[in-house]
């Protein structure tokens, strides 16, 4: 709100900004997330507000996570560590929600570097900080966020077991839960249960299951769901051509293309491109199958054995 001269305080601008900032990052929009998290860094690093000093630790949080998507790892890293660095206090809780962002972005990250053994110590680590505070309402997202990567960070290191077992109890927490959040964290359950009962050799459960997450939210214009549905989607057709079910990968593949639209947003780029990519090669296998089966001499009519 602007105060009595018209100005917004500055507290409130750069909050503004980084939720903006963590908006542009769920949708894929990182080209916009970076400038805001640069201004609010540089306008207000210097700050000994705590509300600045929070907005400056979500600032490097943010940008690192939004460098991080662009492939540049180490440098997403070295802004983790200035959060950690210069924001986590035990006696500051007013700055744990920049500190608890940078942990979770960081985990994400050492996942994407297939450092699996770090991201679970750092997600375990985490969790313990801060679970006594877990229900605040400014750490509530990361930690839940948190509960759900640890499946990813089992899944990933093939302890599909345990991602199994934890991913439905969570669904027994999550599931028919209508607050918007929930929902959301329900659906990256029910993908990384898919995925592990792919890992786990159970091919007919997991195909239900990455279908489960297309039949639920399909129609949902929500940026992060429709990932999640092409996600899920992209898994059923891995599924499928790893079975050599090509008519029915081919389905898959086409449908990929349909939740897409003429004009896919960046978080849909990568199933297009895989869907793109393999329908050729679907295509190309098939019309050589057809062109195999059309060579093949033709067995001889049965013939009836004449009346005596």
Not at 84 to 89: K, V
Not at 186 to 208: N, P, W
Request: some cysteine.
């Amino acid at each position: 709100m602007p105060d009595a001269e018209g100005a917004v305080p500055p507290e409130v601008e750069a909050k503004e900004k980084m939720d903006r900032a963590r908006a542009c990052i769920r949708s894929g929009e990182l080209e916009e997330a970076i400038p805001l998290c640069d201004e609010v860094y540089r306008r207000f690093t210097l700050s000994k507000s705590p509300a600045l000093q929070l907005q400056v630790a979500r600032a490097l949080g943010h940008r690192g996570a939004a460098i991080s998507e662009k492939g540049m790892f180490n440098e997403a890293l070295v802004h983790f560590d200035e959060v950690e660095r210069r924001f986590w206090s035990p006696r500051r809780p007013e700055l744990w929600e920049g500190v608890a962002w940078g942990m979770l972005y960081r985990a994400r990250v050492l996942l994407e570097m297939d450092r699996e053994v770090m991201c679970s110590n750092w997600l375990e680590r985490m969790v313990s900080r801060f679970k006594a505070s877990a229900q605040r309402p400014d750490l509530r997202i990361p930690m839940e966020m948190a509960r759900t990567a640890v499946l990813a960070a089992h899944n990933q290191g093939q302890r599909f077991e345990e991602g199994l077992s934890q991913s439905e109890a969570l669904l027994k927490e999550y599931d028919g839960n209508a607050d918007p959040f929930l929902v959301e964290q329900t659906a990256v359950t029910l993908l990384q249960r898919a995925i592990a009962l792919h890992g786990l050799g159970h091919v007919d459960e997991a195909l239900e299951a990455f279908d489960e997450v297309d039949v639920r939210y399909c129609e949902s214009a929500d940026p992060r769901l429709r990932a999640l549905v092409s996600s899920a989607l992209m898994g059923r057709a891995i599924v499928l051509l790893r079975e050599e079910f090509l008519p029915e990968a081919l389905g898959v593949l086409d449908a990929i293309l349909e939740h897409a639209g003429p004009n896919p947003g960046p978080r849909l780029l990568e199933p297009v491109n895989f869907a793109k990519f393999h329908r050729e090669v679907v295509e190309r296998e098939m019309q050589v199958e057809s062109e195999r089966a059309a060579r093949r001499p033709k067995p001889p009519p049965l013939m009836r054995p004449k009346p005596r």
